[in-house]
């Protein structure tokens, strides 16, 4: 039985070819994102490794600040202690370090990097050992107005050595570039800018006291390990400052970026590719039951000349599992050329991930090849079961491979039992027939050929007989053609789901900036919502003449009730002006500095109410008790938390505003107050300045682009699921070589033949669309009642982009016909018609 | 029905009675190369004259069918060339044969011969609706009549008997109203009442509508249904019978020794 199968896989290698495809696309795709996975994880660790190789201890607060993405912010720590740390006997160079952000201008006048990557500025680590950068050109800063970049950073700003430029730090400061500086022997740590002044210079800059640094940066003597260092180091601290060890820092950093960021990319990818695995197995069953349904007599002879039907189930599975392991070992290869497009696409999108080479565990490989073989083989099980139970009479007729009957052994066991029947009352034909009308009609074969029949019901009229031809193909066999289409419904399905719920989500946005901002024109940070706009830059444009009121929101690092994240800060007062916040308790005018703002939401989560004390701990590590002074509904613009500016500028020594809301000035237009402030701006590395309908409108952008990346994900499951509807009408077409030589000899042209199959995988393709936006529309219903939480308050449906879903559906179909018509066109019409 | 009325609306579309509407001159058809090389049509020059039902006859492997094929535009000759009417096969392309099978040529083949998703209707418009050709109703209703299928119009071909179905496709290679008809072994599959009834129609539709046909059998009966009965042996003419008998017939395949 093991030479059947593997005859039957070679007899039929052309069908198969398509299940192949699914299957390896499937573990291609989830072998790759596991490669992605593991490479990136390599790659951070690689990288940490290196930033922190020659530093032995790191001393730094113990009070740490940020939530996630950022890098490890810290309260800082007294200058002071750098004096004690050299003075510790094992010491052997000990450095401040100080970080910060700051943004370089290009000599385009433009933001280096513009959203993307983190920008960060510090000082210059004048030990070359304990800096991971090294000097390419120049030299290192000496006075506070010099400047070392990183070598990407200024080939991105067009920036040389030598050059005048300003760092946003984010007040503009005016600095001489002297060195530029490589990352061992890359231009930077990933798309990440780097400015470094002289110590002076960045706590003048950065840190903008003279006593305080971020941390620092130890090396010990040789012969010294590294714990024993740190225990050394440990005495010589004050309270709130840690000593940890280089290769614990580096651990530690792995383990950040890895809650924060690659699990979270893991989890997403991995559902993409279980996903296109899911929609491989509608595609690789439909391939197995109609090879199955075909071979029919096949199976029956091999039963009629004594084999068991274990011994045709055997088969059947045998080569099934050559299949999948075949093919799922060719995905595990196929996975490196995915993983390396993956990220490629990552960076296309802005999101710069570190270099470095592939890496693959074994792990991910064998889940990658396992999950594909027992994908597999659960969607080849039926089918093969299928094959066993065909009895051995079936071989004695002409088995019907196509028509009402769907080709399911069940089936034809019936119909053979109807047509004895029909034989015994005198007349198998007759009766036959009656078998045909009244045979069992499910209802969902009856849907299915009903759905079908109205989609293509506009074919005859506009194709004449090729589109009754197609029509009638595509109802002729209903359970076939909704297998066929089965695959594209599920990847449709998620593609509709996630198009209404990103919808939403984006016109919750849209609506609630509509809602609440009352302004004329608005300065962003960007489309991450950095905080980089310099405070100066709203009390300057407050003071122009045309502007009424100019008013910043900031954001940024701090603890608020134990919990680290990115709050959002301003002058409640001045801000409730321009952006209506829904005021429900207290009052915004008078928060002065001992008293923030929540959204009614947190004050329910937290239990908190107009005078409930809330910790907080400032960027510089300060910890102040703040009080609850008002309650507000509006939660679009300003998030959960909003601590007073008053406040927040004394504890962040780089206060920035996110944005900056404009109310113009009476009887100043729209256009001429955005140049006066675009002006202004100008100076400032020119953010972008939006009128209040462009700042609405991009409210969502942000959701816009992640449904980009979303998508280019789920194209693979409909590229699968086309593979599906290829293969259906490529075996169909197969089937009906009679038929379609018939067709040619009375003259049909080979165009009008192709155009007949075309127009039957547009029509599969369009049922498997609305199937699928059919099934997504109350999925996403039900998704954005439970998104209430995360902001969607609107249910709506994109119709516009919905209606592209059909089209590109539709376009698909005729994507998957190509291969099938050409084949069909390239039929030999005297072999059709003498086949037997 | 008399022949004069039914036949003198279209007697204008018909080539004159005699001349040939289809020919093949030095006709050589080799299947295969080398070792293996088959001939199956042997430098053959045959004319099938308007207005007649003709029979090519021969045991199997005779090269008869193949003879049909390279005639009606379905198989190239090797060497030699085919004809329909005046128009050689061999310099036409693929879709200007298949544009003259649909405009020119009816076909009625052993078995398989109707769309089984379409109704015996749109299977018998089925060529003049590939070329966007309105049906002459009046000719459509004559064919129609003639095969007697006027109450089976919207059933579908699985529905139909078999001698049913090749009535069907009598009516379908007819309705374009085609200078010839070609029927491979029409009867092969059918008890002889049934082939009786399709034998009849073709032999109607010459002397009463004024078509062309050629009939490729090895049955000595059917052959009696035509005017003049071609010999195939080892792909070569061996020999031409005018108003053949089973008689008549039955005794050259016996000299034949087929």
């Known amino acids: 039985m093991r030479r059947i ?69 810290r309260a800082p720590i007294p200058a002071s202690t750098l004096a004690r740390v050299r003075a510790v006997d094992g010491v052997a160079a000990a450095e401040p370090s100080i970080e910060g952000r700051g943004t370089l201008i290009g000599a385009d006048g433009r933001a280096v990097g513009r959203d993307g990557p ?127 060890a280089g290769d614990r820092l580096a651990a530690e950093r792995v383990d950040d970026i890895d809650q924060t960021f690659l699990d979270g990319l ?35 002879l091999l039963r009629a000349v004594g084999a068991t039907r274990r011994q045709v189930l055997g088969a059947a599975l045998t080569e099934t599992a050559l299949l999948a392991a075949v093919a799922s070992l060719a995905g595990l290869v196929g996975g490196i050329a995915i993983a390396s497009a993956l990220k490629a696409m990552f960076d296309a999108f802005g999101f710069a991930l570190p270099a470095g080479g592939l890496e693959v565990s074994a792990t991910s490989a064998l889940i990658a090849v396992a999950a594909g073989v027992v994908v597999t083989l659960l969607a080849g099980l039926a089918p093969a079961l299928a094959a066993s139970r065909v009895p051995p009479l079936a071989a004695l007729r002409d088995a ?89 419904v599920v990847g449709v399905t998620v593609v509709t789901a996630i198009t209404v719920v990103g919808f ?23 489309e991450f919502e950095d905080a980089s706009l310099p405070p100066a830059l709203a009390r300057e444009l407050a003071a122009l003449p045309q502007v009424a009121t100019a008013v910043g929101l900031g954001s940024g690092s701090a603890r608020v009730d134990g919990r680290n994240g990115v709050y959002a800060n301003a002058d409640a007062a001045a801000l409730s002006r321009l952006v209506d916040l829904d005021l429900r308790a207290g009052s915004l005018d008078a928060l002065g500095r001992g008293a923030l703002a929540v959204s009614a939401d947190e004050a329910e989560q937290r239990g908190w109410r107009v005078g409930s004390p809330v910790a907080v701990v400032y ?45 113009l000035a009476p009887g100043v237009g729209e256009a001429a107050g955005k140049a006066a402030v675009e002006r202004v701006a100008e100076r400032w590395g020119a953010p972008e300045t939006q009128t209040r309908q462009e700042y609405v409108d991009a409210a969502g952008d942000g959701v816009r682009m992640v449904l980009s990346i979303v998508y280019v994900l789920l194209a693979l499951a409909v590229v699968i699921a086309l593979l599906g509807i290829a293969n259906t009408l490529a075996l169909a077409t197969h089937e009906r070589t009679r038929e379609l030589g018939l067709l040619r000899a009375v003259g049909q042209t080979r165009g009008q033949l192709r155009a007949t199959v075309r127009w039957e995988a547009v029509v599969i393709a369009l049922l498997g669309t609305t199937g699928g936006i059919v099934l997504g529309l109350p999925i996403a219903f039900l998704l954005t009642r439970l998104g209430d939480a995360v902001g969607i308050e609107t249910f709506a449906v994109p119709v516009a982009q919905l209606a592209i879903v059909l089209v590109v559906g539709g376009l698909a179909g005729v994507l998957a016909g190509v291969r099938p018509a050409r084949r069909a066109a390239r039929l030999d019409v005297l072999r059709a018609i003498a086949a037997e | ?82 004809y329909i009417g005046d128009t050689p096969l061999s310099r036409l392309s693929d879709t200007q044969l298949t544009l003259l099978r649909r405009e020119r040529i009816g076909f009625v083949f052993q078995a398989f011969n109707l769309v089984p998703t ?82 009849g129609f073709m032999r109607r539709a010459v002397d009463e509508l004024g078509q062309t046909v050629v009939m490729v059998t090895h049955d000595p009966l059917a052959t009696a249904w035509t005017d003049a009965a071609v010999f195939l042996a080892d792909g070569r003419v061996v020999d031409a019978l005018d108003d053949p008998t089973p008689e008549l017939v039955l005794d050259r395949v016996r000299t034949l020794g087929g």
Not at chain 1, 649 to 659: G, K, L, M, V, Y
Not at chain 2, 50 to 74: D, E
Request: aromatic fraction near 4%; hydrophobic fraction near 40%; glycine fraction near 12%.
């Open chain 1, 5 to 73: 199968a593997l005859n039957g896989l070679w007899a039929h290698k052309r069908r198969l070819a398509g299940t192949f495809l699914s299957v390896f696309l499937g573990v291609a795709f989830l072998a790759g994102t596991l490669m992605l996975g593991d490479t990136l994880q390599r790659n951070f660790e690689r990288l940490f490794g290196e930033v922190t190789a020659g530093t032995d201890a790191v001393v730094r607060s113990t009070t740490r600040i940020d939530d996630d993405a950022g890098p490890g912010q």
């Open chain 1, 118 to 244: 983190p920008k960060l500025a510090g000082n210059w680590i004048a030990d070359p050992r304990l800096n991971p950068y090294r000097l390419a050109e120049g030299r290192a800063p000496r006075t506070g107005d010099e400047v070392v970049v990183n070598r990407g950073a200024a080939d991105d700003g067009g920036l040389r050595v030598g050059d005048e430029a300003t760092v946003r730090t984010p007040e503009p400061v005016r600095v001489r570039i002297v060195g530029i500086a490589t990352f061992g022997s890359s231009s930077g740590v990933g798309a990440t800018t780097f400015t470094a002044f002289s110590t002076a210079g960045a706590a003048r800059h950065v840190m903008k006291r003279p006593d305080a640094i971020s941390s620092v940066v130890v090396r010990g003597e040789p012969g010294l390990s590294q714990a024993e260092l740190v225990a050394r180091l440990r005495p010589a601290l004050g309270s709130g400052i840690e000593a940890i």
């Open chain 1, 266 to 300: 893991r989890t997403v990818l991995v559902a993409f590719a279980g996903l296109a695995l899911l929609v491989g197995a509608f595609t690789i069953h439909n391939t197995f039951a109609i090879v199955a349904a075909q071979r029919a007599r096949e199976s029956a």
């Open chain 1, 400 to 488: 019907a491979l196509e028509g009402e009957e769907g080709g399911a052994s069940v089936r034809q066991r019936r119909s053979l039992t109807a047509l004895a029947r029909g034989a015994r009352a005198g007349g198998a034909r007759a009766g036959g027939a009656r078998a045909g009308r009244s045979r069992r009609r499910r209802p969902l074969t009856a849907l299915v050929r009903g759905a079908t029949a109205l989609i293509a019901a506009p074919l005859p009229r506009l194709r004449g007989t090729v589109g009754t031809l197609a029509r009638r193909n595509a109802i002729r066999s209903p359970r076939r053609t909704a297998r066929a289409a089965s695959a594209l």
């Open chain 1, 504 to 526: 939403s989500l984006q016109r919750s946005l849209d609506d609630s900036a509509a809602r609440s901002f009352d302004g004329d024109l608005a300065v962003t940070g960007g």
């Open chain 1, 619 to 663: 960027p510089d590590g300060a910890r102040a008790t703040l009080r609850v002074g008002a309650v507000y509904g509006e939660e679009g613009i300003a998030g959960d938390v909003l601590l007073p500016r008053a406040a927040w500028e004394r504890h962040a020594p780089q206060s920035a505003d996110r944005t900056i809301f404009v109310s």
């Open chain 2, 1 to 82: 029905m008399t022949a004069a009325p039914s036949t003198a609306p279209y007697a204008r579309t018909a080539p004159p009675p005699g001349s040939a509407v289809a020919r093949v001159v030095g006709a050589t058809k080799v299947h295969g190369v080398g070792d293996t090389a088959v001939t199956a049509l042997d430098d053959v020059t045959v004319a099938f004259p308007a207005g007649r039902f003709t029979a090519i006859m021969g045991p199997s492997g005779s090269g008869k069918s193949t003879l049909l094929h390279c005639v009606a535009g379905l198989d190239a000759l090797t060497s030699g060339e085919a």
């Open chain 2, 118 to 199: 379409l109704t015996v209707r749109e299977n018998v418009t089925l060529a003049l609706d590939l070329a966007g050709a309105r049906p002459d109703r009046d000719w459509l209703d004559t064919v129609i009549g003639t095969v007697g299928l006027g109450d089976r119009l919207h059933h579908r071909p699985a529905e139909l008997s078999g001698g049913q179905q090749q009535r069907v496709a009598v009516a379908r290679a007819l309705a374009s109203r085609p200078q010839i008809v070609f029927a491979d072994e029409p009867t092969g599959n059918l008890d002889s009442r049934s082939g009786g009834e399709i034998l």
